[in-house]
């Protein structure tokens, strides 16, 4: 099993920026990539990015070029630095993890007021 415990969401103006990070714990060594995905109000759950173990990243069009992801192996961390975000960046952001299967974290939520 691998626990995903996730923070960094809150509320900041468009344009601004925010970094989400998302801790594992567990059977860490499974792990062969991690990401993030995003659930906005009465939308589908949608993929944002991953990073593999090797450190392939992997970004939504959405994203490319204001969001990125990055990991510790160190610290079994993974992080996403979130630049120049716009309202419909609001979104649950969700935490995964792909061992065995794939783990979720519980989600923080991005706000992103215009």
């Known amino acids: 099993q691998v626990q995903l415990v996730e923070s960094g969401g809150g509320l900041v103006q468009a344009g601004g920026s925010l970094r989400l990070s998302c801790a594992a714990s567990g059977s860490i060594f499974s792990i062969t990539a991690m990401g993030w995905y995003r659930q906005a109000t009465g939308k589908q759950r949608e993929l944002v990015t991953t990073i593999t173990s090797g450190g392939t990243t992997n970004y939504a069009d959405s994203v490319k070029g204001r969001f990125t992801i990055s990991r510790d192996n160190a610290k079994n961390t993974v992080y996403l630095q979130m630049n120049s975000l716009k309202p419909e960046d609001t979104a649950v952001y969700y935490c995964?993890?792909?061992?065995?299967?794939?783990?979720w974290g519980k989600g923080t939520l991005v706000t992103v007021s215009s």
């Open positions: 995964i993890a792909e061992g065995t299967m794939r783990y």
